[in-house]
């Protein structure tokens, strides 16, 4: 499998994680979740700042707040290349995040990747059964990728 990863960086976030790191949380976790078949997967990541993220998580989701991560599903089949959709993260979110919980930024923008890319492929975490299924992939491609449970309670 191929994957056609963009990368955009939206002006004023300062400090945004590597491409590498993101390409290759995103490439575990299509791998992990049985997109491996032949052919190219296409992604896009936009890096974005609070207010964007508000922005778009009010006009999207009906919730006037930034969040760490929206993603927007194409799931579009094409001969040989799956569209497979976008995901907008926000640096801050994320960042404020990692510190809260004593991680790690790269362990939070990797674990906010593969969580964006599994919505992509429509994982879900409304109800109990589907966040169990969700966080157990999560989890399980986070240790491929060498990191702790992400959702481990630190003490």
Same mark, same amino acid.
Request: net charge negative; charged share 25%.
């Given at each position: 499998? +191929? !994957?056609?990863?963009?990368? /955009? ?10 491409? @590498? %790191?993101?390409?290759? =949380? ?41 969040? +760490? !991560?929206?993603?927007?599903? /194409? ?10 959709? @976008? %995901?907008?993260?926000? =640096? ?64």
């Amino acid at each position: 499998m +191929n !994957v056609e990863f963009e990368l /955009a960086v939206a002006p004023g976030v300062d400090r945004p994680p590597a491409a @590498d %790191l993101l390409r290759h =949380a995103a490439e575990t976790a299509l791998d992990m979740a049985g997109q491996n078949a032949g052919g190219s997967v296409q992604l896009s990541v936009r890096i974005i700042d609070e207010a964007e993220s508000k922005a778009l998580n009010a006009h999207y989701r009906g919730r006037n707040y930034a969040t +760490n !991560v929206l993603s927007f599903p /194409a799931q579009v089949q094409l001969p040989g290349l799956l569209v497979l959709g @976008d %995901l907008a993260v926000c =640096a801050a979110v994320v960042e404020r995040e990692a510190a809260e919980q004593g991680k790690t930024t790269a362990a939070h923008w990797t674990h906010m990747l593969v969580h964006g890319v599994l919505h992509l492929l429509d994982f879900d975490h409304i109800d109990d059964d589907e966040a169990d299924i969700m966080e157990t992939l999560e989890r399980r491609i986070l240790a491929r990728l060498g990191y702790a449970d992400p959702y481990a309670r630190v003490i």
